[in-house]
């Protein structure tokens, strides 16, 4: 029997991430892409986009002449997730989506959304770091009372600290030892700060050169300390663990999944 292709559309087609997709999916026959959507107003806007050896497309910047379609894969912005979510919602399809600075109000819309279609969102997508989320939820409850720090480290240009990776870490952290980042986060040191307080999660940032990412969970006992570390040294990885999202989630039922779902569970 002849599986098809995954019909697959890109929202944020122009940008980083979009181009590394883009860029792999010349390679990747799990997947048709259909359709390419770009911001009103963009450039790229009705320009061609050959995909391998597909039929070019040409990217368009709404959702009107949108084929029938599988997943969606969404690295655009808080308006563009929206137009894509009324998309999904309104044709039963599935949607991953790495966008971020999503407000209070969309947040409740995704949430919802998963009654209807399969979601599956996540900060980082490499599935490295979707390992080193779990291990550290595992060692954080088996280690209670060690001192837990997250270090991580990026490229100059970065405009966020800490970044949303070493916070989701610290927030799967937090939740394994029955607390909330909000009431254990440390984000800064300066001065007399006093001892450390029990409990606690001590962020750390470095900034320079061409860094892609890398993140460490420190936890520190007494005479001993284990580190967790993850380096990415390749942004492709980023779109890689997206697409292999997005093959997975199709034709997954209503939720809302996790990169953690992909993995293959312990043993």
Same mark, same amino acid.
């Given at each position: 029997?002849?599986?098809?292709?995954?019909?697959?559309?890109?929202?944020?087609?122009?940008?980083r991430m979009g181009c590394a997709l883009l860029s792999l999916l010349g390679e990747d026959n799990r997947?048709?892409?259909?359709?390419?959507?770009?911001?009103?107003?963009?450039?790229?806007?009705?320009?061609?986009?050959?995909?391998?050896?597909?039929?070019?497309?040409?990217?368009?910047?709404?959702?009107?002449?949108?084929?029938?379609?599988?997943?969606?894969?969404?690295?655009?912005? /808080?308006?563009?997730?929206?137009?894509?979510?009324?998309?999904?919602?309104?044709?039963?399809?599935?949607?991953?989506?790495?966008?971020?600075?999503?407000?209070?109000?969309?947040?409740?819309?995704?949430?919802?959304?998963?009654?209807?279609?399969?979601?599956?969102?996540?900060?980082?997508?490499?599935?490295?770091?979707?390992?080193?989320?779990?291990?550290?939820?595992?060692?954080?409850?088996?280690? /209670?009372?060690?001192?837990?720090?997250?270090?991580?480290?990026?490229?100059?240009?970065?405009?966020?600290?800490?970044?949303?990776?070493?916070?989701?870490?610290?927030?799967?952290?937090?939740?394994?030892?029955?607390?909330?980042?909000?009431?254990?986060?440390?984000?800064?040191?300066?001065?007399?700060?006093?001892?450390?307080?029990?409990?606690?999660?001590?962020?750390?940032?470095?900034?320079?050169?061409?860094?892609?990412?890398?993140?460490?969970?420190?936890?520190?006992?007494?005479?001993?300390?284990?580190?967790?570390?993850?380096?990415?040294?390749?942004?492709?990885?980023?779109?890689?663990?997206?697409?292999?999202?997005?093959?997975?989630?199709?034709?997954?039922? *209503?939720?809302?999944?996790?990169?953690?779902?992909?993995?293959?569970? *312990?043993?």
């Amino acid at each position: 029997m002849t599986i098809r292709p995954v019909r697959l559309a890109i929202n944020g087609a122009s940008g980083r991430m979009g181009c590394a997709l883009l860029s792999l999916l010349g390679e990747d026959n799990r997947f048709e892409l259909v359709y390419a959507v770009v911001a009103p107003g963009s450039v790229h806007d009705g320009q061609p986009i050959v995909v391998g050896d597909a039929l070019p497309l040409r990217y368009a910047h709404d959702w009107t002449q949108a084929p029938a379609l599988d997943v969606v894969i969404d690295f655009s912005g /808080p308006a563009g997730l929206t137009t894509a979510l009324d998309h999904c919602l309104a044709h039963d399809a599935a949607l991953v989506s790495g966008t971020t600075g999503v407000d209070a109000a969309l947040e409740e819309r995704l949430a919802a959304a998963g009654k209807n279609i399969a979601v599956l969102r996540a900060a980082n997508f490499s599935l490295g770091v979707a390992v080193l989320t779990r291990l550290l939820r595992e060692a954080a409850a088996a280690l /209670p009372d060690w001192d837990l720090e997250i270090v991580e480290a990026h490229h100059g240009r970065k405009q966020d600290a800490p970044s949303g990776t070493a916070l989701a870490l610290g927030q799967a952290a937090a939740s394994a030892r029955h607390s909330t980042l909000e009431s254990a986060a440390v984000y800064n040191r300066q001065g007399r700060t006093g001892e450390r307080v029990d409990g606690s999660i001590g962020f750390s940032v470095i900034r320079g050169g061409d860094i892609v990412g890398e993140h460490t969970a420190m936890l520190v006992g007494q005479g001993e300390r284990l580190e967790l570390v993850h380096r990415a040294t390749d942004r492709s990885i980023f779109a890689r663990g997206a697409l292999q999202a997005a093959h997975w989630l199709a034709g997954r039922t *209503p939720g809302q999944w996790q990169l953690d779902d992909l993995i293959a569970p *312990p043993r």
